[in-house]
Nanobody, 120 residues
Framework: QVQLGESGGGLVQAGGSLRLSCVVS????????MGWFRQVPGKEREFVAS????????EYEDSVKGRFTISRENAKNTVYLEMNSLKPDDTAIYYC?????????????WGQGTQVTVSS
């Protein structure tokens, strides 16, 4: 079965940067839309960004536009999230996810998450 593994989270000061990585094993990586989500305690999981199969088209939640960049390297089965100008409100567990085949906006496989903490 497909497995997704995130890495790159940690503690950073406001205004700093982090790059998250997600390596996907199993399946054919290039056939799937990939996305990043985040969640804080007591709140619903929130969409952050997505990227098309070829990497040509990106989509972002409004609060991260201009600060975050999603990219993918299909030869390495890896999707990235470059996060710049980080704010305390960005603190969350970040998850990568694989899009469902034939169902736009839906995701069928999730990683275990990586913690991002932004200090004031």
């Amino acid at each position: 079965q497909v497995q997704l593994g995130e890495s790159g989270g940690g503690l950073v000061q406001a205004g700093g940067s982090l790059r998250l990585s997600c390596v996907v094993s199993g399946g054919t990586f290039s056939e799937y839309v990939m996305g990043w989500f985040r969640q804080v305690p007591g709140k619903e999981r929130e969409f952050v960004a997505s990227i098309s199969r070829s990497g040509t088209f990106d989509e972002y939640e409004d609060s991260v536009k201009g600060r975050f960049t999603i990219s993918r390297e299909n030869a390495k089965n890896t999707v990235y999230l470059e996060m710049n100008s980080l704010k305390p409100d960005d603190t969350a567990i970040y998850y990568c996810a694989r899009g469902s085949s034939g169902a736009a906006g839906q995701y069928d496989s999730w990683g275990q998450g990586t913690q991002v903490t932004v200090s004031s």
